[in-house]
């Protein structure tokens, strides 16, 4: 069964730590993406999330949300965890990145 604790690497050399699960499923973190488009100093950032823990297969659904600290956005992610024969765990995410925007009018553009 795939266990979320603990501390991920993604292939572009973000770090993702994710704390114990509480018994509701929820979870807080840390997110150092190593991928930003901004000239700031990046840092560490707060994450929280859940994770959909009636799987019985072992291999659950989750989602987070990162409140970026270098930057006017969050972005949330979702994905599942996959537990290969060999017992080795991935995370496969899809994220979707919301920027502050000075106007509805730019609306349009802050969404990735």
């Avoid at 999330?49 to 600290?69: E, I, M």
Wanted: proline fraction near 3%; glycine fraction near 8%.
């Amino acid at each position: 069964q795939c266990n979320l604790q603990g501390l991920w690497r993604n292939e572009l050399g973000s770090n993702m730590t994710l704390l114990a699960l509480d018994t509701a499923g929820t979870f807080s973190g840390s997110y150092h993406t190593a991928v930003a488009a901004t000239n700031k100093q990046i840092l560490v950032s707060p994450l929280q999330g859940a994770l959909q823990h009636s799987s019985t297969k072992g291999q659950p659904t989750f989602g987070f949300t990162v409140q970026w600290q270098f930057a006017d956005s969050i972005t949330a992610f979702v994905g599942q965890c996959f537990l290969d024969r060999r017992g080795k765990e991935t995370l496969e995410t899809t994220w979707l990145l919301r920027e502050e925007v000075p106007s509805r009018r730019d609306s349009w553009k802050a969404t990735r």
